[in-house]
């Protein structure tokens, strides 16, 4: 028995029907792909119209607000710097930690005690510190007369890469931000 070379029709009943068991992602792959420029732009802001038909308030702002930022590092607990200098948290103060949001900026909270002026609480990992070569000071509101905290960057000192102390000792960070590298 000889076979017969499919109708055209045939041909394309067997395309759809690959594409229908291949899944919806394949056809609109092979379907995009033979769009033209034109085509593709206005395939883009019909989407974009439901989008903000479905979403109106959808940006990428918001989204990024919907995404919870980072713990806290709390200095001290497992898989966090340790407090260095005999350095310990502040009592009456959310313990000492950081986390870095969405946008790039790291925040301090807590306070730490115990120490003595200008001794090294903790190192701040990579990816938290402040640029190389440079040291941040702080001027800290609430805490005693004169307080600064220091930020230190990489290449300062030997064993100072990401070092983070007071010069008064023991301070309470509430509210400082920064970002990282700069």
């Known amino acids: 028995m000889r076979g017969r070379k499919p109708s055209p029709a045939m041909v394309v009943a067997i395309i759809a029907l690959v594409f ?26 019909i989407a974009d119209r439901e989008v903000k038909k479905l979403a109106p308030t959808l940006t990428v702002g918001t989204a990024k607000a919907l995404t919870p930022p980072e713990d806290f590092h709390n200095i001290g607990t497992q898989g966090n710097p340790l407090f260095e200098s005999g350095c310990t948290n502040l009592p009456g103060q959310d313990p000492l930690g950081y986390f870095k949001d969405h946008d790039g900026v790291v925040h301090l909270r807590g306070g730490w005690g115990t120490c003595a002026p200008s001794a090294v609480v903790f190192h701040l990992p990579p990816g938290y510190r402040v640029a190389p070569g440079t040291e941040k000071v702080f001027a800290l509101a609430g805490n005693s007369s004169g307080a600064k905290l220091v930020l230190v960057g990489a290449g300062i000192a030997p064993g100072y890469d990401g070092a983070v102390y007071c010069e008064t000792g023991n301070c309470v960070v509430d509210g400082v931000t920064y970002v990282p590298g700069a």
């Open 20 to 45: 229908s068991v291949a899944g919806t992602g394949v056809a609109s792959v092979a379907v995009i792909r033979s769009l033209s420029k034109k085509e593709k732009k206005q395939t883009s802001r």
